[in-house]
């Protein structure tokens, strides 16, 4: 959801396996995403910490979840205004869109970033997991290129779903891998931490969320090369048992922020698919 302001890795579904480590049979990828929700999501985004060159950020991010019956649809917006001690005022903006289908073999991507509405980059393309987990990833931009997937690779819908799995089991970490379509160098490393799985000990930031268990996550992202000893980027939430979160803490490296849950929308679920 980095240091630079790589801002399609916000993704609240950063932001999973169904086992502590990358899964490696085809069937560890195959976590239900039954217990997610559709949602539209508004957080409002605020300095936490700066100790660089940052001196002010705030912005929102919308996060829009659609069940398609036979895929998930996902937009995200995310607008940061933030000054700095040399480069002046700076507004980035990014967009991401996805389609992953729930049996968790195929997603389309979309990323689009902005500085001063200059367009920074543009990431696009399709990828798939056949049956036995091994998996491709087809880019259109900013190249043409074809990656393979590690076996045992997640999409972000099906990641979400097995950090979920993970914490109502009381796991206390996993490290799965994750493509999101949100760069042009396929699959991740990632390390999440759970903490705390359980009802809510506060209110409910939302009615919607009255009653939901909920629990402490903590993810970093890692770059696939053998020097990736810090990650990239790292975020913190609070995520609820239906997919929601909320309590975002981004860090990245030069700042922090903090999202805070603003409205949230849960349509019904389809009657008939």
């Known amino acids: 959801m980095a240091a630079a302001l790589l801002l399609a890795a916000l993704l609240p579904s950063a932001c999973l396996a169904a086992a502590s480590g990358s899964p490696t049979s085809p069937s560890a990828t195959r976590t239900t995403t039954s217990a997610l929700v559709g949602q539209r999501a508004l957080y409002d985004l605020s300095l936490a910490e700066s100790g660089g060159n940052t001196l002010s950020a705030s912005g929102n991010m919308t996060y829009v979840v659609r069940d398609t019956c036979s895929a998930w649809s996902t937009q995200q917006h995310l607008d940061i205004q933030s000054a700095t001690r040399n480069g002046g005022a700076v507004n980035m903006v990014s967009d991401y869109t996805t389609l992953e289908s729930k049996d968790g073999r195929h997603l389309v991507f979309r990323t689009v970033q902005k500085s001063n509405n200059a367009v920074l980059q543009v990431v696009s393309g399709e990828a798939s997991i056949d049956e036995l987990g091994h998996g491709v990833v087809e880019y259109e931009k900013p190249i043409k290129k074809t990656l393979k997937l590690p076996n045992g690779t997640l999409f972000p819908m099906a990641h979400t779903a097995a950090i979920l799995a993970a914490a ?106």
């Open 168 to 273: 109502q089991r009381g796991t206390p970490s996993i490290a799965p891998l994750l493509f999101d379509g949100t760069g042009p160098d396929g699959a991740q490393e990632t390390y999440i931490t759970l903490l705390g799985w359980g009802p809510l000990k506060d209110p409910a930031p939302s009615p919607a969320l009255a009653g939901q268990a909920a629990g402490r996550v903590h993810v970093a992202f890692f770059g696939r090369t053998p020097d990736s000893i810090l990650p990239d980027y790292e975020i913190g939430m609070r995520y609820f048992a239906n997919g929601v979160s909320d309590m975002l803490d981004m860090d990245f490296g030069d700042f922090r922020m903090r999202g805070t849950l603003h409205s949230l929308t849960l349509p019904p679920r389809a009657a008939r698919c």
